[in-house]
Nanobody
Framework: QVQLVESGGGLVQAGGSLRLSCAVS????????MGWYRQAPRKQRELVAS???????NYSDSVKGRFTISRDIPWNTVYLRMNSLKPEDTAIYYC??????????WGRGTQVTVSS
């Protein structure tokens, strides 16, 4: 199976930047796409950004122009670079992988808190 471990979260002031990292191990050959989700208190979990095996990326409207997802080859680490952070970006950020054999894999999350 695929194991995911997030890191890089923390407390930052509005306008600041963070880079989240997702370390990937296990059956990386089975990965079709990976992404970052976030969940704020009393809110539904939402997809922030995704990247496919061929490098195609997608972003939610709320983070376009501010966040960038990237990956090392072959799926060793997936990154989320976050610039111009806003208080509404405060959430637990989860790394996820879609695999052909094992379905969806999740990390345990990393907290990002943006102060105003």
């Amino acid at each position: 199976q695929v194991q995911l471990v997030e890191s890089g979260g923390g407390l930052v002031q509005a306008g600041g930047s963070l880079r989240l990292s997702c370390a990937v191990s296990g059956s990386r050959f089975s990965i079709e796409a990976m992404g970052w989700y976030r969940q704020a208190p009393r809110k539904q979990r939402e997809l922030v950004a995704s990247i496919t095996t061929d490098g195609t990326t997608n972003y939610s409207d709320s983070v376009k122009g501010r966040f960038t997802i990237s990956r090392d080859i072959p799926w060793n680490t997936v990154y989320l670079r976050m610039n111009s952070l806003k208080p509404e970006d405060t959430a637990i950020y989860y790394c996820a992988a879609d695999t052909t054999i094992y379905g969806r894999a999740w990390g345990r999350g990393t907290q990002v808190t943006v102060s105003s």
